[in-house]
């Protein structure tokens, strides 16, 4: 795996190296976690923005709404009903 130096600041670096004794883990492993759990926030907190603009707009949230009960006929297309 290949590396690069990122430079932080110190009072990251003590929190980066006190999460790394308490956890028994190495620093560029949380730091790892951290980025990915940062990534898929941003990518929800889009995902929320876009959900609301569609919501806001009476004519595509009705487009969306008929698409949802297209789809929901297919849902059990061929199986029998239990």
Same mark, same amino acid.
């Given at each position: 795996?290949?590396?690069?130096?990122?430079?932080?600041?110190?009072?990251?670096? @003590?929190?980066?190296?006190?999460?790394?004794?308490?956890?028994?883990?190495?620093?560029?492993?949380?730091?790892? @976690?951290?980025?990915?759990?940062?990534?898929?926030?941003?990518?929800?907190?889009?995902?929320?923005?876009?959900? *609301?603009?569609?919501?806001?707009?009476?004519?595509? $949230?009705?487009?969306?709404?008929?698409?949802?009960?297209? $789809?929901?006929?297919?849902? *059990?297309?061929?199986?029998?009903?239990?």
């Amino acid at each position: 795996m290949s590396s690069t130096t990122v430079r932080i600041s110190d009072s990251t670096l @003590k929190v980066l190296r006190e999460l790394s004794n308490n956890i028994g883990e190495p620093m560029q492993a949380i730091l790892d @976690k951290a980025i990915e759990d940062f990534r898929r926030k941003l990518f929800l907190e889009e995902a929320n923005k876009a959900y *609301l603009r569609l919501r806001n707009d009476t004519e595509k $949230w009705n487009e969306e709404l008929k698409e949802r009960q297209e $789809w929901d006929t297919a849902l *059990l297309d061929g199986l029998e009903e239990d």
